[in-house]
């Protein structure tokens, strides 16, 4: 069966700090891969995707992540954070033949001012 | 676009009774999937629903079901509550729900309390 694991539990950075979360998957085919982020008080949101080709994906608010088939990996960085991504950070598989999505236990990131 | 939008956004209920939530799709998309999310499980696929047909099925109990109408809303029943049926219940959609470059998007969920 599929699975997805999420490194860190919870991380805890100062401003202009850089982040990186890990995310690595069981799969051996073909798969579709997802971050997702839940804000405080606000749904699940799609940061960034990655279906095909270039294996580093950019996403919004200045998120971008890196694709290594080798590793099984999709880690999430952002060079400089800020207070406002404060989040729960949510990584997420699917494989093409299927329809739902398989979620890691999620990273919540704790940026101080 | 409008989002997803979800029905009610609180409930609260007791053990043994029934509930139903509800979930309206982004225009046009047709698939329709829900997951529920606890601070212990994290987020479990529960089915999704496409063209009014169950498609795929997570490892649930029977006492959780759904349905979709032919305007692509979607409606879960839960029948007979157990405390650990306390969730946040979310609805996503997509637009055809299998295709490679299908994308989910989700509402802001149904916070179900069971006491």
């Known amino acids: 069966a599929q699975s997805v694991s999420q490194h860190n539990h919870h991380v805890i950075l100062s401003e202009a700090a850089s982040l990186e979360l890990g995310c690595n998957y069981s799969?051996?085919?073909?798969?579709?891969l997802f971050w997702y982020v839940q804000y405080p008080g606000q749904h699940l949101q799609l940061l960034l995707k990655?279906?095909?080709?270039?294996?580093l994906v950019k996403g919004i608010k200045g998120f971008e992540a890196e694709f290594i088939k080798s590793k099984f990996s999709f880690n999430l960085r952002k060079p400089s954070v800020q207070w406002s991504d404060t989040a729960e950070y949510f990584c997420?598989?699917?494989?093409?033949?299927?329809?739902?999505?398989?979620f890691g236990k999620g990273t919540t990131l704790s940026v101080s001012s | 676009k409008a989002g997803v939008t979800q029905t009610p956004r609180y409930l609260i209920k007791t053990r043994g009774q029934q509930v139903t939530l509800s979930c309206s799709p982004i225009?046009?998309?047709?698939?329709v999937s829900w997951y529920q999310q606890t601070p212990g499980q994290g987020l479990q696929f529960l089915f999704e629903?496409?063209?009014?047909?169950?498609?795929n099925k997570g490892n649930f109990p029977g006492r959780f079901s759904g349905r979709q109408f032919s305007n692509s809303r979607s409606e879960m029943n839960v029948s007979t509550l157990e405390l650990g049926d306390s969730a946040l219940y979310l609805c996503?959609?997509?637009?055809?729900?299998?295709?490679?470059?299908?994308?989910?998007?989700f509402g802001p969920g149904t916070r179900l309390t069971v006491l």
């Open positions: 225009s046009g998309h047709r698939s």
């Open positions: 990655y279906f095909s080709g270039d294996p």
């Open positions: 997420a598989v699917k494989n093409q033949a299927g329809t739902a999505l398989i």
């Open positions: 996503a959609s997509s637009s055809s729900g299998g295709a490679n470059t299908d994308t989910q998007y």
């Open positions: 799969y051996g085919g073909t798969v579709n």
């Open positions: 629903y496409f063209s009014e047909t169950q498609r």
